[in-house]
Protein backbone atom coordinates (compact mmCIF):
# COMPACT_ATOMS: atom_id res chain seq x y z
CA UNK A 1 0.00 0.00 0.00
CA UNK A 2 1.19 3.79 -0.74
CA UNK A 3 2.39 5.07 2.71
CA UNK A 4 0.91 8.72 3.46
CA UNK A 5 3.91 11.37 2.39
CA UNK A 6 4.96 14.77 1.66
CA UNK A 7 6.50 15.97 -1.49
CA UNK A 8 7.28 19.68 -2.14
CA UNK A 9 7.85 20.39 -5.80
CA UNK A 10 10.69 23.13 -6.65
CA UNK A 11 9.64 26.19 -8.51
CA UNK A 12 11.60 26.02 -11.51
CA UNK A 13 11.60 26.55 -15.35
CA UNK A 14 13.45 23.30 -17.23
CA UNK A 15 14.02 23.54 -20.73
CA UNK A 16 15.80 20.17 -22.16
CA UNK A 17 17.17 19.65 -25.29
CA UNK A 18 19.39 19.48 -28.50
CA UNK A 19 20.16 23.34 -29.32
CA UNK A 20 18.67 24.70 -25.42
CA UNK A 21 22.20 26.79 -25.76
CA UNK A 22 20.69 29.06 -27.99
CA UNK A 23 17.19 30.07 -25.72
CA UNK A 24 19.50 31.56 -23.29
CA UNK A 25 19.24 34.80 -24.20
CA UNK A 26 15.15 34.28 -24.71
CA UNK A 27 14.92 33.40 -20.84
CA UNK A 28 17.29 35.84 -19.44
CA UNK A 29 14.90 38.57 -20.76
CA UNK A 30 12.19 36.54 -19.87
CA UNK A 31 13.56 37.29 -15.78
CA UNK A 32 13.18 40.93 -16.58
CA UNK A 33 16.83 41.66 -15.76
CA UNK A 34 19.34 44.19 -17.50
CA UNK A 35 22.51 43.47 -15.71
CA UNK A 36 23.70 39.93 -15.72
CA UNK A 37 26.80 38.26 -14.06
CA UNK A 38 28.21 35.44 -16.04
CA UNK A 39 30.34 33.04 -14.90
CA UNK A 40 31.89 30.11 -17.18
CA UNK A 41 34.41 27.44 -16.33
CA UNK A 42 34.58 25.74 -20.15
CA UNK A 43 35.33 26.00 -23.62
CA UNK A 44 31.93 25.40 -25.18
CA UNK A 45 30.42 27.99 -21.76
CA UNK A 46 32.95 30.43 -23.00
CA UNK A 47 31.77 30.78 -26.49
CA UNK A 48 28.09 30.71 -25.60
CA UNK A 49 29.05 33.51 -22.57
CA UNK A 50 30.55 35.83 -25.23
CA UNK A 51 27.68 35.80 -27.71
CA UNK A 52 25.40 36.87 -24.75
CA UNK A 53 27.34 40.56 -25.41
CA UNK A 54 25.65 40.63 -28.49
CA UNK A 55 22.26 40.39 -27.06
CA UNK A 56 19.46 43.31 -26.60
CA UNK A 57 17.54 43.78 -23.58
CA UNK A 58 19.79 43.13 -21.34
CA UNK A 59 23.41 43.81 -20.38
CA UNK A 60 26.44 41.44 -19.43
CA UNK A 61 27.47 43.64 -16.75
CA UNK A 62 30.37 41.12 -16.13
CA UNK A 63 31.99 38.04 -16.93
CA UNK A 64 33.87 35.90 -14.46
CA UNK A 65 36.17 32.82 -15.61
CA UNK A 66 37.98 31.66 -12.38
CA UNK A 67 36.19 28.88 -10.38
CA UNK A 68 37.23 26.20 -7.80
CA UNK A 69 35.61 23.09 -6.75
CA UNK A 70 33.83 23.26 -2.97
CA UNK A 71 33.94 26.80 -3.43
CA UNK A 72 36.60 28.02 -1.31
CA UNK A 73 35.74 31.05 1.27
CA UNK A 74 38.15 33.77 -0.60
CA UNK A 75 36.95 32.68 -4.30
CA UNK A 76 33.32 33.46 -3.00
CA UNK A 77 34.37 36.85 -1.42
CA UNK A 78 35.96 37.95 -4.22
CA UNK A 79 33.03 36.83 -6.49
CA UNK A 80 30.02 38.40 -4.63
CA UNK A 81 32.41 41.56 -4.40
CA UNK A 82 33.23 41.36 -8.44
CA UNK A 83 28.88 40.99 -8.87
CA UNK A 84 28.68 43.85 -6.16
CA UNK A 85 30.90 46.10 -8.56
CA UNK A 86 28.66 45.18 -11.65
CA UNK A 87 25.43 46.03 -9.93
CA UNK A 88 24.25 42.28 -10.96
CA UNK A 89 20.81 41.53 -10.92
CA UNK A 90 21.31 38.51 -11.94
CA UNK A 91 23.70 35.60 -12.69
CA UNK A 92 24.17 32.84 -15.58
CA UNK A 93 26.50 30.05 -15.15
CA UNK A 94 27.62 28.01 -17.85
CA UNK A 95 29.88 24.78 -16.80
CA UNK A 96 29.85 22.19 -14.00
CA UNK A 97 29.17 21.87 -10.41
CA UNK A 98 31.76 24.34 -9.76
CA UNK A 99 30.75 26.86 -11.50
CA UNK A 100 27.16 26.69 -9.91
CA UNK A 101 27.86 27.03 -6.77
CA UNK A 102 29.87 29.83 -7.05
CA UNK A 103 26.72 31.25 -8.69
CA UNK A 104 24.63 30.41 -5.84
CA UNK A 105 26.71 32.15 -3.09
CA UNK A 106 26.19 34.79 -5.11
CA UNK A 107 22.52 34.30 -5.24
CA UNK A 108 22.34 33.70 -1.57
CA UNK A 109 24.26 37.19 -0.58
CA UNK A 110 22.80 39.23 -3.42
CA UNK A 111 19.07 37.75 -3.51
CA UNK A 112 19.38 37.65 -7.34
CA UNK A 113 17.79 34.90 -9.79
CA UNK A 114 20.38 32.32 -11.62
CA UNK A 115 19.90 30.77 -15.45
CA UNK A 116 22.06 27.55 -15.06
CA UNK A 117 23.23 26.06 -18.12
CA UNK A 118 24.93 22.71 -16.50
CA UNK A 119 27.83 21.37 -19.14
CA UNK A 120 28.00 17.92 -16.82
CA UNK A 121 25.78 15.84 -14.60
CA UNK A 122 26.53 17.46 -11.36
CA UNK A 123 23.02 18.00 -10.50
CA UNK A 124 23.98 21.10 -8.44
CA UNK A 125 21.09 23.36 -10.88
CA UNK A 126 18.22 21.15 -9.69
CA UNK A 127 19.12 21.61 -5.44
CA UNK A 128 18.47 24.65 -2.86
CA UNK A 129 22.11 23.05 -1.19
CA UNK A 130 24.63 25.63 -1.34
CA UNK A 131 28.28 25.19 -0.01
CA UNK A 132 31.35 27.32 1.15
CA UNK A 133 34.57 25.78 2.19
CA UNK A 134 37.60 27.21 4.69
CA UNK A 135 39.70 25.92 7.20
CA UNK A 136 39.22 22.43 6.07
CA UNK A 137 35.51 21.92 6.46
CA UNK A 138 32.90 22.25 3.71
CA UNK A 139 29.84 23.77 5.05
CA UNK A 140 26.65 23.17 3.59
CA UNK A 141 23.09 24.60 3.75
CA UNK A 142 19.71 25.22 2.25
CA UNK A 143 17.91 28.16 1.29
CA UNK A 144 15.73 28.77 -1.37
CA UNK A 145 17.29 31.58 -2.71
CA UNK A 146 20.21 29.20 -4.70
CA UNK A 147 17.37 27.52 -6.94
CA UNK A 148 18.18 28.65 -10.45
CA UNK A 149 15.31 30.21 -11.50
CA UNK A 150 15.41 28.69 -15.40
CA UNK A 151 17.89 25.38 -16.29
CA UNK A 152 18.56 24.83 -19.84
CA UNK A 153 19.95 21.40 -20.73
CA UNK A 154 21.57 21.53 -23.96
CA UNK A 155 23.09 17.92 -24.52
CA UNK A 156 25.46 19.30 -27.22
CA UNK A 157 27.43 21.19 -24.87
CA UNK A 158 28.34 17.74 -23.20
CA UNK A 159 29.87 16.34 -26.05
CA UNK A 160 33.57 17.36 -25.27
CA UNK A 161 33.44 16.05 -21.84
CA UNK A 162 36.53 13.77 -21.65
CA UNK A 163 35.56 10.28 -20.25
CA UNK A 164 37.71 10.81 -16.79
CA UNK A 165 35.25 13.73 -16.30
CA UNK A 166 31.94 12.37 -17.88
CA UNK A 167 32.07 9.01 -15.79
CA UNK A 168 32.87 10.35 -12.05
CA UNK A 169 29.85 13.31 -12.78
CA UNK A 170 27.71 10.20 -13.71
CA UNK A 171 28.47 8.58 -10.45
CA UNK A 172 28.09 11.70 -8.62
CA UNK A 173 24.42 11.86 -10.48
CA UNK A 174 24.22 8.40 -10.12
CA UNK A 175 24.63 8.81 -5.85
CA UNK A 176 21.81 12.17 -6.06
CA UNK A 177 19.27 8.73 -6.90
CA UNK A 178 20.39 6.14 -4.74
CA UNK A 179 19.73 8.20 -1.01
CA UNK A 180 17.12 9.58 -2.21
CA UNK A 181 16.14 6.67 -1.59
CA UNK A 182 16.61 7.18 2.11
CA UNK A 183 17.55 10.81 2.78
CA UNK A 184 15.37 12.96 4.99
CA UNK A 185 12.57 13.34 2.63
CA UNK A 186 12.31 9.99 0.68
CA UNK A 187 9.04 9.20 -0.13
CA UNK A 188 7.24 7.35 -3.36
CA UNK A 189 7.38 10.14 -5.73
CA UNK A 190 11.33 10.48 -5.06
CA UNK A 191 11.76 6.79 -5.59
CA UNK A 192 9.96 7.04 -8.64
CA UNK A 193 11.93 10.33 -9.91
CA UNK A 194 15.56 8.36 -8.20
CA UNK A 195 15.04 5.30 -9.94
CA UNK A 196 14.47 6.26 -13.28
CA UNK A 197 17.38 8.72 -13.52
CA UNK A 198 19.25 5.36 -12.64
CA UNK A 199 17.90 3.51 -15.01
CA UNK A 200 18.97 6.38 -17.38
CA UNK A 201 22.39 6.58 -16.30
CA UNK A 202 23.12 2.96 -16.11
CA UNK A 203 21.84 2.38 -19.60
CA UNK A 204 23.59 5.48 -21.58
CA UNK A 205 26.88 5.59 -19.57
CA UNK A 206 28.80 2.47 -21.17
CA UNK A 207 27.48 4.06 -24.32
CA UNK A 208 28.92 7.22 -23.42
CA UNK A 209 32.15 6.29 -22.45
CA UNK A 210 32.44 3.96 -25.51
CA UNK A 211 31.41 6.29 -27.93
CA UNK A 212 32.03 10.50 -26.26
CA UNK A 213 30.05 11.21 -29.24
CA UNK A 214 27.19 9.62 -29.11
CA UNK A 215 24.40 12.20 -29.04
CA UNK A 216 21.50 10.11 -28.06
CA UNK A 217 23.63 8.67 -25.70
CA UNK A 218 24.46 11.99 -24.04
CA UNK A 219 20.99 12.65 -24.34
CA UNK A 220 20.21 10.13 -21.53
CA UNK A 221 22.72 9.98 -19.61
CA UNK A 222 21.72 13.76 -19.04
CA UNK A 223 18.16 13.16 -18.69
CA UNK A 224 19.22 11.25 -15.78
CA UNK A 225 21.20 13.65 -13.94
CA UNK A 226 18.43 16.05 -14.54
CA UNK A 227 15.73 14.02 -13.05
CA UNK A 228 18.73 12.67 -9.83
CA UNK A 229 19.53 16.68 -9.36
CA UNK A 230 15.09 16.28 -8.75
CA UNK A 231 15.69 13.53 -6.63
CA UNK A 232 18.28 15.08 -4.10
CA UNK A 233 16.81 18.36 -4.20
CA UNK A 234 13.72 17.01 -3.05
CA UNK A 235 15.51 15.31 -0.38
CA UNK A 236 18.64 16.32 1.49
CA UNK A 237 22.60 15.08 1.45
CA UNK A 238 22.82 11.96 3.67
CA UNK A 239 25.04 9.40 4.89
CA UNK A 240 27.29 9.02 1.40
CA UNK A 241 27.34 12.60 0.76
CA UNK A 242 28.29 13.64 4.23
CA UNK A 243 31.15 11.52 3.97
CA UNK A 244 32.04 13.10 0.20
CA UNK A 245 31.67 16.35 1.68
CA UNK A 246 34.90 15.28 4.22
CA UNK A 247 36.81 13.62 1.60
CA UNK A 248 36.39 17.20 -0.22
CA UNK A 249 36.07 19.51 2.25
CA UNK A 250 39.11 18.53 3.97
CA UNK A 251 41.15 16.87 1.88
CA UNK A 252 40.46 18.57 -1.38
CA UNK A 253 39.47 15.24 -3.48
CA UNK A 254 37.49 15.70 -6.47
CA UNK A 255 33.70 15.67 -5.69
CA UNK A 256 32.92 13.46 -8.36
CA UNK A 257 35.85 10.65 -8.07
CA UNK A 258 35.17 10.30 -4.59
CA UNK A 259 31.33 9.68 -5.51
CA UNK A 260 32.25 7.18 -8.31
CA UNK A 261 34.53 5.37 -5.15
CA UNK A 262 33.02 5.75 -2.30
CA UNK A 263 29.31 4.74 -3.70
CA UNK A 264 28.99 1.19 -3.86
CA UNK A 265 30.42 0.65 -0.02
CA UNK A 266 28.17 3.10 1.21
CA UNK A 267 25.40 1.46 -0.61
CA UNK A 268 26.89 -2.23 0.95
CA UNK A 269 26.60 -0.80 4.12
CA UNK A 270 23.37 0.57 4.34
CA UNK A 271 21.95 -2.29 2.25
CA UNK A 272 20.78 -4.79 5.06
CA UNK A 273 18.79 -2.17 6.71
CA UNK A 274 17.08 -1.31 3.43
CA UNK A 275 15.78 -4.41 1.79
CA UNK A 276 12.80 -2.56 -0.28
CA UNK A 277 15.14 0.21 -1.41
CA UNK A 278 17.64 -2.04 -2.38
CA UNK A 279 15.55 -4.52 -4.23
CA UNK A 280 13.83 -1.46 -6.37
CA UNK A 281 17.92 0.10 -6.89
CA UNK A 282 19.28 -3.71 -8.10
CA UNK A 283 15.68 -3.93 -10.42
CA UNK A 284 16.62 -0.46 -12.14
CA UNK A 285 20.12 -1.33 -12.69
CA UNK A 286 19.24 -4.77 -13.56
CA UNK A 287 21.06 -7.10 -11.17
CA UNK A 288 19.59 -9.82 -11.15
CA UNK A 289 21.15 -11.29 -7.99
CA UNK A 290 19.34 -8.43 -6.12
CA UNK A 291 23.83 -7.09 -5.25
CA UNK A 292 23.09 -3.49 -5.65
CA UNK A 293 26.24 -2.71 -4.20
CA UNK A 294 27.96 -4.87 -6.56
CA UNK A 295 26.48 -3.75 -9.10
CA UNK A 296 27.27 -0.23 -8.77
CA UNK A 297 31.27 -1.12 -7.97
CA UNK A 298 30.63 -3.36 -11.76
CA UNK A 299 29.57 0.06 -13.59
CA UNK A 300 32.50 2.04 -12.20
CA UNK A 301 34.86 -0.43 -13.06
CA UNK A 302 33.34 -0.89 -17.04
CA UNK A 303 33.37 2.32 -17.44
CA UNK A 304 37.27 3.23 -16.12
CA UNK A 305 36.15 5.55 -13.43
CA UNK A 306 38.08 5.57 -9.76
CA UNK A 307 37.36 2.71 -7.45
CA UNK A 308 39.95 2.92 -4.45
CA UNK A 309 40.97 6.35 -2.64
CA UNK A 310 44.28 5.58 -2.81
CA UNK A 311 43.79 6.38 -6.83
CA UNK A 312 42.45 9.95 -5.56
CA UNK A 313 45.48 10.73 -3.44
CA UNK A 314 44.21 9.97 -0.20
CA UNK A 315 46.98 8.75 2.16
CA UNK A 316 45.70 5.63 4.45
CA UNK A 317 47.00 7.67 7.38
CA UNK A 318 43.96 10.27 6.67
CA UNK A 319 41.78 7.60 7.00
CA UNK A 320 40.89 8.23 10.68
CA UNK A 321 40.44 11.48 10.65
CA UNK A 322 38.01 11.43 7.40
CA UNK A 323 36.16 9.05 9.69
CA UNK A 324 35.68 10.82 12.63
CA UNK A 325 35.16 14.03 10.77
CA UNK A 326 32.15 12.20 8.90
CA UNK A 327 30.88 10.12 11.99
CA UNK A 328 30.07 13.79 13.61
CA UNK A 329 28.34 15.21 10.55
CA UNK A 330 26.61 12.56 9.04
CA UNK A 331 23.06 12.38 10.98
CA UNK A 332 20.18 9.43 11.16
CA UNK A 333 20.85 6.84 9.13
CA UNK A 334 18.79 3.94 8.48
CA UNK A 335 21.43 1.66 9.87
CA UNK A 336 23.39 2.63 13.10
CA UNK A 337 27.36 3.51 12.72
CA UNK A 338 29.86 4.58 14.81
CA UNK A 339 33.20 6.00 13.94
CA UNK A 340 35.20 2.93 13.58
CA UNK A 341 32.39 1.59 11.31
CA UNK A 342 33.07 4.70 8.96
CA UNK A 343 36.51 3.84 9.17
CA UNK A 344 36.10 0.11 8.28
CA UNK A 345 34.17 1.70 4.85
CA UNK A 346 36.74 4.08 4.13
CA UNK A 347 39.47 1.04 4.46
CA UNK A 348 37.44 -0.82 1.86
CA UNK A 349 37.12 2.24 -0.09
CA UNK A 350 40.90 2.88 -0.40
CA UNK A 351 41.58 -0.90 -1.49
CA UNK A 352 39.07 -0.46 -3.73
CA UNK A 353 37.88 -4.27 -3.76
CA UNK A 354 34.51 -4.73 -4.98
CA UNK A 355 32.46 -4.69 -1.61
CA UNK A 356 30.26 -7.69 -0.26
CA UNK A 357 26.98 -6.93 1.50
CA UNK A 358 26.65 -6.93 5.08
CA UNK A 359 25.30 -7.34 7.74
CA UNK A 360 24.17 -4.69 10.37
Same mark, same amino acid.
Given at each position: MTPDFVYEALPQRVLFGAGRRH?? @???? *? *? $??? *? *? &? !??? +?? +? /?????? /?? +? $?????? !?? &? @? /?TWRETAQHVPEDLAARARAAATAAAADAVVTIGGGSSTGLAKVIALSHDVPIVAVPTTYAGSEQTAIYAITGGRHKQTGKNALVLPRTVLYDPELTLGLPARVTGPSAFNAMAHSVEALYAPGANPVVSALAMAGVRAIHGSLPIVMADPGDLAGRTDLLYGAYLSGMALGATAAAFHHKICHVLGGTFNLVHADAHSVVLPHAVAFNASALPDEMAMLADAMRATDGDAAGALWDLAAASNVPTSLAQLGLQRDDLAEAANRAASEIGPNPRPYTAADILALLERAFSGDRPSPQRA
Open positions: DV @AAEI *R *R $LGV *R *R &V !FVI +SD +S /ANGNEL /AD +S $LGDEVG !FQ &V @A /A
